[in-house]
């Protein structure tokens, strides 16, 4: 297994729109557990492949409120089914770190998805879980949380996000 690089807004890369996994072979299975231990390294609750330069449907979450409990989650090919009772969550991201905003998130939904070995399955989520899944596959159409802040706040963060980038 491998610590990946994560890629930082504004890289191009990030708005890459990633293509459906069709593969499901020892090459995909490595990645999987790359990916999975570079989130736990940062540390995030997810991590979309399309945020370590790859551009394949993929992401992985871990939103066990215990890290003697984790709760491991591949999901690939993504599809958000029956989304309803948005809210205003605060949200965060690896790609843009350092900061969070407000951002509106169905707080339930349905999941259709296949896993790690491209067997198909549904999840109803809800809460932590639920605004994860979005914002993973928000990665994975190209899409960053800070796209659904007003153009203002979102002009304030990429400065901030500049000016920390230099100083590293």
């Known amino acids: 297994m491998a610590i990946l690089p994560i890629l930082h807004h504004p890289d191009p890369r990030l708005r890459i729109k990633a293509k ?54 591949v999901i690939i090919n993504p599809e958000v089914m029956q989304p309803e009772d948005r809210q205003v969550m605060d949200e965060g991201c690896l790609s843009v770190p350092g900061f969070t905003e407000k951002v509106s998130r169905y707080n339930r939904l349905q999941l259709n998805a296949l896993d790690r070995h491209g067997q198909p399955f549904t999840l109803s989520a809800e809460g932590l879980v639920a605004q994860a899944i979005q914002h993973e596959i928000d990665h994975l159409d190209g899409k960053l949380y800070i796209d659904y802040l007003s153009s203002l706040k979102r002009d304030r963060l990429l400065k901030k996000l500049l000016k920390q980038e230099k100083r590293a």
């Open 20 to 73: 459906p996994v069709t593969v499901f072979d020892d090459t995909l299975q490595t990645l999987i557990d790359d990916l999975f231990e570079t989130m736990y390294d940062a540390p995030g609750v997810g991590l979309a492949a399309t945020q370590v330069g790859v551009d394949l449907r993929i992401a992985v979450m871990d939103c066990g409120e215990d890290s003697d409990q984790p709760a491991p989650l």
